[in-house]
């Protein structure tokens, strides 16, 4: 006899604020983010969907323990799965993350050569990952800036790389 679970996944236990900081004070980010390093690509967009409805739910709350538990970092890791639905729930989960969270915003700017890379291979994506890897940088771009960031920004503008940007639609 085959065991099923009781549910299906965190969505029908996320009904209302309440019970998704039960789970997050439960550990269920730190029980996600090793799911995000499975092998299995099912088990891997799931995941980060589940972690997608949770910062949608309780917003920073969810940000700051994606941040303490390292998920941030296995979501990073799958931006290059072979699999087109694991790509697009990540940079669903990081572009949600980055508009809830300055910290998470920050620190997908600070990482070298994410956004310039994303960037450089926006070229040799399908349509959608380069409108979702387009839509990310934009995010992390966007919105609060520490001092002398305006400065990068500017040089950014200048270069030749981002008129491509500048030119899409979103």
């Known amino acids: 006899m085959r065991f099923t679970p009781p549910f299906h996944s965190c969505k029908e236990?996320?009904?209302?604020a309440s019970s998704c900081i039960q789970l997050i004070d439960k550990g269920v980010i730190v029980v996600l983010s090793e799911c995000l390093a499975s092998e299995d690509e099912v088990v891997q967009e799931r995941a980060a969907h589940d972690i997608n409805i949770i910062i949608t739910i309780v917003g920073s709350k969810g940000c700051e323990n994606l941040l303490r538990t390292g998920a941030v970092e296995n979501l990073i890791l799958l931006l290059s799965s072979s699999s087109e639905n694991v790509r697009h729930a990540t940079y669903d989960v990081l572009m949600n993350a980055c508009k809830r969270s300055s910290e998470i915003q920050y620190l997908?700017?600070?990482m070298k050569g994410l956004l310039e890379n994303l960037l450089l291979q926006v070229e040799r994506m399908g349509l959608v990952d380069s409108r979702k890897a387009l839509g990310?940088?934009?995010?992390?771009?966007?919105?609060?800036r520490r001092p002398g960031d305006d400065v990068a920004v500017s040089l950014f503008l200048n270069d030749p790389l981002s008129k491509v940007v500048r030119s899409l639609k979103f």
């Open 13 to 16: 236990l996320l009904t209302n």
């Open 108 to 110: 997908l700017c600070d």
């Open 136 to 144: 990310l940088i934009r995010t992390c771009l966007a919105g609060r």
